[in-house]
Each structure stands twice: as C-alpha cells, then as structure tokens.
C-alpha cells in the first residue's frame, strides 16, 4: 500500500486578512517602497503612499534612505490633511513593522494589513495588486524617462508626476475619470 499523502493543512480566516478590497475612501491606503538612482549613482528611495479606493496618490516621499521615523512622520502629515484610513496595507519590511511606529499607529486607531512574506504580487489582495500596478506607472512613466542629477531635482519632478498622476491621468477602472475626479464624486 502506498504511503497515504499528508493534507495541507489550510489557514483560518484571519481577521485582518478577510478585507480584501477598499469599500469607500479613506478606509485603506497601501504604502511601500521603490528605488532608484540618480545620474551620478546617488541613492533614491521613494515612499509612495495612495488610498486603494480613489487611487489617489498621497504622497510619494524622496530620499536617500527613509526610516520608520520618516514614514510616520509623513503619515502624521497625510492623516492631518486627509484622515487617517482605517487600514493601512504593506509588505512586513522593517520600516513598516517597527515597534514604535506600530505603537504610533495603534494610538492612531489604524489597523495594519500586511501581504503575506515571499508572496507573489497575484497572490496578495486586489489592493496590494493596484498599488503594485502602480509602481509599474511610476517607474515606467516617470523613472525610466529621467536622468536625475541630485535628489532634490528628483523630489520637484516626481512631485509633479504624483500631481498628474492624481489630476490628469485617467483610470479604466475608476470609469475614466482621474482619481482626484473619482475622489470628488
């Protein structure tokens, strides 16, 4: 007789897991990292934070490197201007599951939403694959057509990218209409 096969076993529901998709505004914004150089080799790391349901884009942060402390100092300034989302969605990379920023956003009322470790971009929720898509644009529309020659050239050109993104450029799936359009109605 053949060696009986092991069932997998499969995950409960986990709470946190179960939201899959943003249901209205502000409710959840995922944030992550991209990287990329300027012309002489200089670091860039861009903090790019949008709200999955809008797909406005709320800030996308430039610097050399950004810690914990900088990423909560920008959601500081978001939620001041926006609302703090009841969710925010991330990978689990160190900036993101720091003890204090953790802390910060509990005494915020904001829950985390983390993509499970090594999970493929098709495998995690429908927001976690826009705000990858969206790294697409960004990279392809923005980075690859520009040769930075300092950081703060870097910051003043991504800035009006992030402004077109949000004002100008039109969203299949928000009907056509830019998110700063889908935003108003």
Not at 166 to 172: D, E, K, L, M, T
Request: charged share 30%.
């Amino acid at each position: 007789m053949p060696p009986r096969k092991k069932r997998r076993r499969h995950r409960g529901k986990d709470p946190q897991r179960a939201l899959q998709y943003a249901l209205y505004p502000c409710q959840v914004w995922s944030y992550d990292f991209v990287h990329d150089k300027c012309r002489g080799g200089a670091k860039l790391k861009l903090l790019w934070v949008n709200d999955e349901f809008t797909r406005q884009c709320h800030a996308v942060e430039v610097g050399a490197s950004l810690t914990a402390r900088d990423v909560q100092e920008v959601l500081t300034k978001l939620f001041a201007l926006h609302g703090a989302p009841a969710f925010l969605r991330s990978d689990n990379g160190p900036e993101f599951v720091q003890t204090d920023l953790q802390r910060w956003l509990a005494e915020q009322q904001v829950q985390t939403l983390y993509i499970e470790p090594g999970s493929p971009w098709h495998r995690v929720p429908s927001g976690r694959r826009k705000s990858e898509s969206m790294h697409g644009k960004l990279r392809d529309e923005c980075l690859e057509g520009e040769l930075f020659n300092h950081r703060l050239e870097a910051r003043v050109i991504i800035e009006n990218y992030r402004l077109a993104f949000n004002s100008q450029r039109p969203h299949s799936s928000l009907g056509y209409l830019t998110p700063d359009e889908f935003a108003q109605k």
